[in-house]
């Protein structure tokens, strides 16, 4: 090395000779490319961010359209294999990102030294990234623009694209890149933009959305941030670097000139739609919709809230519409706040099932489930009234009434399956008595005398009659002659869950339990669908990952001879013709239904069917921002003396199905076999005999003739407003108790159990059960008396 020069003189003993200068260069360039040698295969290609594979979940409603994008994150990323992502996608972006993409090493240095070059001087940042080093700045690293991420994303790069197939590179891509309106990835973008899927893109719309990842801010036509971003820049901006892409597409042999003179027309996109995610309804139903997922399938809470799956559920847009219509109607035309103070914490809930299937089409679970969050279409804890009453007939014509004669647990030989013919006696505070025609005691060895609504005494009168009028005395007797214990397992068998049954008391038979609106009008499909059973369900498929995760198969099964449940639905037919449910006799087809209220006004349902649709309804009071939940009295809601049955929830019943059903065939029930025997009740036979029944058959000490003033009672669930009051019908549920319902919490309602005599045996209801909803889980809501 000969520097300083020894045979110069002067300056030129200072200036190097070439020979050093190239030296020194090849020397240094050396240096450079071992240390990156050894920098590159030191260098490990880092974990994913997790944030990249974030994704959300996306439910789609019956018709397969998209409902909600929700779950899973911050981010709207939907993963999607290459093979949904049209060829004319990755033509777009590789013609105007990356034309060497599938040849060059997955860098491009010249530009990378543009851009590092750039930021060193303090100008502009740029990319100057192949699609590999826009993968690897996704997928691995952030998104800074300094030079120690650009070194970074160089060596990366190099070893992502000498060890992953370029398929996957782009496949990475074009599912992590940022397309603007929130959407990260091509599956969110596609929906985005233009309410497809992926893989339906055409190569006008591909060519538009490669645009956008060059700066969505700049290229969305509806405008962005800044004075540069407005609609008309971005416009022109837009239309001029589509128009150039599918040039590029020609240019690089990518697409054909004739293909090319096709799409002459900018693809403009929908108008963005505000994210409203889990707003309104959509909440309650993604609710439901989880909750039948981890009940149901394989699917763990933890895999669904990783996000991925695309979720398709039951639920008929067009039916949902009119459902929370039909509510928000009756709500706005009489519910007013303002004007009453009653009308503080009115609730509503509802749901309309498929019968012979089980789909849940629709359902109201509130106002709004980002504000209320109980669901009101899942299991609350509020009591059904005479709603119950239809079970207690299936039970009596299909197991029969016992014979007083005989013991106590009786085969069907010695049962007599009874006739909608049948007589009982209707008259008010009638005794209560066991099948044997003995009186009935509670614990205390307390008598039970049964009111009616309005306390009217209806005499002698058919049990036809009695559903008709909601008179309590007839089914509360016919539950006894039959047995509570049968009455609970015909409840059961049309499709009532065990945990919302209340306990088995005499008042069971006039509706102490509280199963939700989802499973009371599964329930009533039974009869709808001549007692075929099925087992409600939301969810007809699940996929992620390209993969199928879960099929729903129907389930259907006998729950009751045809005869059984379309001799109940012909009663149910005399309920809205003639009864207290005439005000469905503006749907205008035939229909069947009954009317429920219970003890103190406190909830109100209508429950009733079309042979294709079966729907409940129920309206109550609690605030549900109390830390201690109490059902209150609804004297006086909306302007009204009381609210029954026959009124609100019957008017959103007709509203809905009104809408639900149009324009579908009115199909008529099927005629009923004739069944049973007409049987007479204690005290309704046409030529009574004496019994020696008017004795008390236990605790002699007490004293038979107990007042119900010294003893309240229950009453049933009447609900013409006319007709019946239904007070009473909780039936010593903790009257003065502790009594709370304990909705999926300490197993059950507890209520009558703490004292107080314990008035009414027990019948405070259970209704809690160990995990409350439609698909389990705590519900956490609590009533006192």
Known sequence: ????????????????????????????????????????????????????????????????????????????????????????????????????????????????????????????????????????????????????????????????????????????????????????????????????????????????????????????????????????????????RWSWTLDREVATGRMSKAQRAKYTKFPMPERPKKSTELKGQKGYMVDIVNNYITANSNISDRRLKQGGLRIYTTFDKKKMAEMTAAVERVRKANIDPKARAVDKYVQFGGASVKPNDGAIVAMYGGEDATTHFTNNADYTGVQVGSTFKPFVLAAAMRDGVRDPRGPAVQGRDARTPVSPKSVYDGDNKI???????????????????????????????????????????????????????????????????????????????????????????????????????????????????????????????????????????????????????????????????????TDDNKSAWFTGYTPQLSTSIGMWRVNDKAKTQRFQKMYGVGGQ????????????????????????????????????????????????????????????SQNPSQSPSQSPSPSGTCDNPFVCNDQGQTAGQNQGQTAGQDQGQDGGNDQGQDGGGDTGGNTGGDTGGDNGGLFGGPTGSREED
């Open 641 to 700: 003396d009381s609210i029954h049955g026959a009124s609100f929830p019957a008017e959103i019943w007709t509203k809905y199905m009104t809408g639900a059903l149009k324009g579908t065939y009115a199909k008529p029930f099927p005629t009923p076999d004739p069944i049973g025997e007409p049987v007479f009740g204690v005290g309704a036979s046409p030529s009574p005999t004496p019994s020696p029944s008017d004795t008390p058959s236990q605790n002699p």
């Open 1 to 240: 090395m000969d520097y300083p020069r020894w045979n110069k003189t002067g300056m030129r003993r200072w200036v190097p000779s070439w020979k050093l200068v190239l030296g020194s260069f090849a020397g240094f360039l050396g240096l450079i490319i071992g240390l990156s040698g050894i920098a590159l295969a030191m260098v490990g290609v880092p974990s994913e961010n997790a944030a990249s594979k974030q994704q959300k979940n996306v439910y789609y409603w019956a018709n397969g359209k998209q409902m909600v994008v929700a779950g899973g994150g911050d981010q709207n990323r939907q993963i999607v294999p290459l093979a949904q992502i049209p060829k004319s996608m990755q033509n777009a972006v590789i013609a105007a990102e990356n034309e060497s993409f599938y040849e060059d090493p997955g860098v491009d240095p010249i530009g990378i030294v543009r851009a590092v070059g750039r930021m060193a001087m303090g100008g502009d940042t740029q990319s100057g990234s192949t699609i590999t080093q826009q993968y690897v700045k996704n997928t691995y690293l952030d998104q800074s623009q300094t030079i120690t991420r650009k070194v970074k994303e160089l060596f990366i790069s190099i070893k992502v694209g000498a060890t992953q197939k370029k398929q996957k590179i782009l496949q990475g891509y074009l599912n992590t890149g940022y397309y603007g309106r929130g959407a990260y990835g091509i599956q969110a973008a596609a929906q985005a933009y233009y309410r497809k899927d992926s893989k339906d893109l055409n190569p006008s719309e591909a060519a538009f959305l490669s645009a956008t990842l060059n700066g969505p801010n700049l290229y969305d036509p509806e405008g962005g941030i800044g004075s540069a971003a407005t609609k008309e820049k971005n416009f022109a901006r837009a239309k001029a």
């Open 431 to 597: 005794k209560l008595r066991n099948y044997d025609r003995t009186i009935w005691h509670d614990k205390e060895g307390r008598e039970w005398r049964q009111r009616n609504d309005g306390n009217e005494d209806k005499g002698r009168i058919s049990l036809r009659e009695a559903m008709q009028y909601s008179v309590n005395t007839p089914y509360i007797q016919l539950g006894m002659d039959v047995g509570v214990d049968k009455v609970r397992q015909a409840a059961l068998d049309s499709g009532l869950n065990e945990d919302s049954l209340a306990r088995s008391t005499p008042t069971l038979s006039l509706g102490t339990s509280a199963p939700s609106a989802i499973r009371m009008a599964n329930a009533y499909g039974t009869f709808a669908s001549s007692g075929m059973k099925s087992e409600p369900y939301s969810v007809k498929r699940v996929e992620g990952g390209g993969r199928n995760l879960y099929t729903h198969q129907k389930q259907v099964k006998s729950a009751f001879e045809a005869r059984v449940a379309d001799n109940v639905t012909n009663v149910l037919e005399t309920v809205v013709q003639d009864g207290t449910g005439t005000t469905a006799r503006q749907l205008g087809r035939p229909a069947a239904g009954k009317t429920g209220t």
